[in-house]
């Protein structure tokens, strides 16, 4: 069903203020949250409520964490999130990044100790909404199985990375897993075989049995997600298997904290790390041209000629941005059940579900 | 059959010296070169000093050329390689970038209207060389169809990323296709139909004749190779589709260069662009402390558990560092074809073949 959105948002900043957070850290959340569902992300947006609601309960969250920067330059900094929320330690950090930007042309900030941060392109988009190119990477717990292995050692390892454009942002955010967890978990619903390339059993061979290896991840039994370009290295999954270590140096070890093996191994704390980048890139030449040569070759690759039976190409971010054009005054899909969740943890922390 | 990596090296060095290089220019050429050999990257090796010799013949190289720094601050600069040899503008791009990286913590160069420069992770280990992270990429010839499309539109796009560790660098170097030319050259050599996901025919369509894909890139007549992730969206192609596009943001876009859609279209003028990046990791925190992160962490990938008939898991670089060692001081592969065409060259130019 659909639920409106101006009504979720405010019902969503009621919760997060009922768990200790101030007004404006529950908009910031909401705000995170929310635009996940906007952009038609829904495994990101309030689907994901009960299991923040699960990390503060657990501690895994701490409400009242106020983060430090343990090291800095005038580029770069290491901050440690203290165990805070996810969604306010990387718009703090990506914060910080942007400040740098705009002195010195470049800004670096690598999070050790943080939380679930919600989509990456949130923050790679706040640097293009301030005119510089914006990247942001997070690691998870380890679900992605390195070529000729059999145990998840990276995590879904997302890298976005965005860059102003007309008419459009161009907005890259993905996995660098052929398919994040939520696409096993639809599969295994339908009771439907997964294509050859997307899984791994315990035993590190080629899996279709999507039950199967959910059940092995969440009991840690081995097998798990290929990297992208998928199982053994015919299709270039060496190359994803690299990009998910890539995203591991850049959040875990240039902060110190754990590397996605490590990660959520400990009851009261899940180590998170994450990475952010904003660079002018207005140090490179003349800013309008740059945009205007951008926005050109973005308007030459939907121009391309399509594949048949194809309609469009699009460039990265186009489709989100048309989405929440749509959804922003009016209403996002939910499923029911996420709004029977939302509804007991309304009842649990008092607050009136009106949805 | 096999040549003497000490003759073949001081062979190459000859043959550009008589194109007019000096001497210091030759070694640096002959030395990106020959190591894509040392690391069994044949595609990029000597095999290819046909294709240099009719790039210089043609005048898409100028032998005399001298770059310039068009714009700069002191974390960025662009600069224009006016179709100097490749490998001579990315060693010295490279070098600028680490230079600022070791003034101000991180450099990033852009560069336009250069040549075809080798393997992009010899300059990525440069900056490793002295310690800091490297990144290098750069466009190419279209070659690539974007997902939804029929008409190449991005390079092969390679990103290489390279950061010290122990006791081997971590050296990523891929292209953002789902696989090189090279390798669809191999299968129709055999007459070996194509994996499905690797490639398209000129209406967009999935396509396995690879002597038929090869003939429409050849002749401009629409289809080529997937991006990483392969045909359609599946398996993630609209991620690799995603990544080239990047790698020409950073190469084309910020140096105000030719996009891989216009690279190679004109007689005298490939315009290929290229990005530089080196990152002082000591800019984050303590770097002995950091760099035994990395190793650590590699080396939990290196132990973790094997797939099923694996009896290893490579990191990154490793296997290319392997090779090397053994190749350096001994002998390097080479077909009959290309020692015929060494030979010839050789011929015209008056230099002594003795290999």
Redesign the interface.
Known sequence: MDIDTVKARSFCEKLFQAYGFTDEESKIITDVLIKADLYGIESHGIHRLVRYHDEIKSCQVDVNAKMDI??G????A?LDGNKAMGQLVGRQAMKVAIQKAGS???G?V?VRNSNHFGIAGYYSEMAAAEDFIGIAMTNTEAIC???????A?TGTNAIA?A?PADPCT?S?D?ATT??PRGKLEVYSKNNKPL?D??A?DK???PCTDAAAVINNIIHKA?GGIAP???TGI???G???Y??S??V??FC?????GL?S?YVNRQPEHTGICHFFMA?D?G???DKT??RA??SK??Q??RD?????G?S?????GEREAELMAQREKGQIPVNEKTLEEMKDIAGELGVEFNL
């Not at 330059?73 to 770069?76: F, G, L, N, Y």
């Not at 199985?145 to 145990?151: A, I």
């Not at 875990?252 to 110190?256: D, H, K, Q």
Request: aromatic share 10%.
């Open positions: 343990v090291h330059s005038p580029i770069t290491c010195v042309g470049c670096m690598s199985v390195p070529t000729f292995g059999s145990e050692m990375l860059m161009f890259y993905a052929v398919v294509p390339l997307w791994l035993n590190g061979r081995g992208l370009g998928g015919l299709h270039g060496h190359k994803g690299g990009l270590v890539i591991d140096m875990a070890v240039m902060s110190g590397t093996n660079i890139y140090a490179f030449g041209a740059i040569g951008m070759f973005l030459e690759l391309s000629k399509k594949a048949e194809q469009r190409i699009y460039t990265h």
